[in-house]
């Protein structure tokens, strides 16, 4: 593949560097002979002197037998005019121009060119690197972050949870004794334990009421007996 480059600047000396040493033809143009200086010593390519615009410079270069042309100086109208050239006089199907207002470049699409603006991609390029470090809402977020959010993309992020200290879970209390119906007669008092032979234990601890033996039967008292004593004497 045979390559024209117009403009041995930084980018231009860069560029036809990485041409030849991929193994293409390429020929360099540039007014400034110092310009030159920027090659390699193995660079094995052409170098031409003259203005980029000037058929006769360009025919030197090998422009009619060239299948691209790229004009890289720091002149936007120059680049223009030399890609104008190299397209619609000489007929190079592939034609790039460099220029730095990004308001025209809508302008030589029209036309037909093809190019690249520093000042676009450069602008965008930075923004993307400053908004790494900013959260969606605007606020700035340590670095760290921003690489864990790269890290994670398309992974929610999962908040620490602060450790708690495990409360006691509440035991129910337990529910209070349902008082239980006694015998008449038995006087409710503290539970024990009857003792051994006891004919008849009372139920729940009730122990015998004032009146009545430990059977159930009532006492008789002294005035009834001697009643009784009285009705059988002779």
Do not use: W
């Not at 600047?9 to 560097?17: C, E, I, K």
């Amino acid at each position: 593949m045979k390559v024209v480059i117009l403009g041995c600047g930084r980018v231009g000396a860069r560029l036809a560097t990485m041409i030849d040493r991929n193994g293409h033809d390429v020929s360099i143009i540039d007014s400034n002979p110092d310009s030159f200086r920027r090659l390699p010593e193995s660079f094995g390519g052409e170098t031409v002197l003259g203005t980029g615009i000037d058929v006769d410079v360009l025919k030197s270069a090998g422009i009619e037998r060239a299948d691209a042309f790229a004009a890289v100086t720091n002149g936007d109208n120059t680049n223009i005019m030399a890609t104008q050239i190299a397209k619609e006089i000489f007929g190079v199907h592939k034609v790039l121009a460099r220029i730095y207002d990004p308001g025209r470049e809508g302008l030589y699409h029209d036309l037909g060119l093809e190019t690249v603006c520093p000042t676009t991609l450069i602008s965008t390029r930075v923004y993307d690197i400053l908004s790494q470090d900013v959260s969606p809402d605007g606020t700035l977020v340590p670095a760290q972050a921003a690489a864990s959010r790269q890290a994670g993309a398309g992974q929610p992020a999962q908040a620490v949870q602060p450790a708690q200290s495990a409360q006691p879970t509440p035991s129910a209390e337990p529910a209070s004794p349902q008082p239980q119906a006694h015998p008449v007669g038995y006087a409710v008092g503290p539970s024990s334990a009857p003792d051994a032979g006891s004919p008849r234990t009372p139920p729940d601890g009730a122990r015998p009421a004032a009146g009545e033996n430990p059977q159930g039967q009532p006492h008789k008292t002294q005035e009834g007996v001697r009643g009784l004593r009285g009705l059988f004497r002779p």
